[in-house]
């Protein structure tokens, strides 16, 4: 079984629907992260979580909320999609290691608003 | 603008031949990864270099981090069609303010390998 899971793998929507994202993890650790991938742009940080009880945005948070609702599973909800959201949504985790960091990846979530 | 800057953004080459992806920062790292990609997969991570001067290797992938930590490339000999993805640079500033530090990704070389 994968360690990082992702629902749903693809979605297609309408400029001003509400999307959840979800993420689940068996991997045991803390920290989980939400990105976007663009071409060209390389992956980027949208918000970003220590545990349960923290959370921070990322560098392109606006338009974008997330819950973790346990250690294992970290959602991303857009309220309002917009045309411009259409991209590549990874979830990833990581342990608490502050020089290496290293991160483990979902499948991704193909989104396209409509 | 990036804070790593990956080169060259596309790599297309027969199989046996070798290549090297760069990845260039003015900035200072405390690591270094590599990531590939394949379509419709997420990143999976390849390496992580620490120390400045330090070589990797894994299999046919040769990695190294530059002696000042702002730059790394990575080397394959004998690339084969299974090395085909893309490549992604990711790593922690040095100067980050944060508790644990956040990655930065390169925005990546895609690596075509024929048959």
């Known amino acids: 079984d994968a360690d990082v899971t992702q629902t749903p793998r693809n979605r297609i929507t309408k400029t001003g629907k509400r999307i959840m994202l979800e993420c689940s993890q068996t991997k045991g650790h803390d920290r989980m992260y939400w990105y976007r991938q663009d071409p060209g742009l390389g992956l980027r940080l949208i918000y970003y979580s220590f545990d349960v009880k923290d959370i921070n945005k990322g560098e392109i948070s606006d338009g974008y909320s997330v819950s973790r609702q346990a250690q294992a599973k970290f959602s991303l909800s857009l309220e309002s999609a917009i045309p411009n959201q259409t991209a590549l949504y990874f979830c990833?985790?990581?342990?608490?290691?502050?020089?290496?960091?290293?991160?483990?990846f979902g499948p991704g979530t193909r989104l396209t608003v409509l | 603008t990036q804070l790593l800057e990956q080169s060259p953004q596309f790599l297309s080459i027969q199989e046996g031949e070798n290549l090297t992806v760069y990845c260039n920062s003015s900035s200072v790292f405390s690591s270094l990864q590599w990531y590939r990609q394949e379509p419709g997969e997420g990143p999976v991570l390849l390496v992580t270099v620490v120390t400045g001067g330090e070589v990797k290797k894994l299999k046919r992938l040769t990695f190294q981090f530059g002696d000042a930590r702002k730059d790394s490339s990575l080397h394959i000999t004998a690339a084969q069609p299974g090395d085909t993805g893309l490549y992604l640079c990711?790593?922690?500033?040095?100067?980050?303010?944060?508790?644990?530090?956040?990655?930065?990704f390169g925005a990546g070389t895609q690596v075509v390998v024929t048959p």
């Open positions: 990833a985790t990581s342990a608490r290691d502050r020089v290496r960091n290293e991160q483990f």
């Open positions: 990711a790593g922690i500033p040095s100067l980050t303010t944060d508790s644990w530090g956040k990655l930065q």
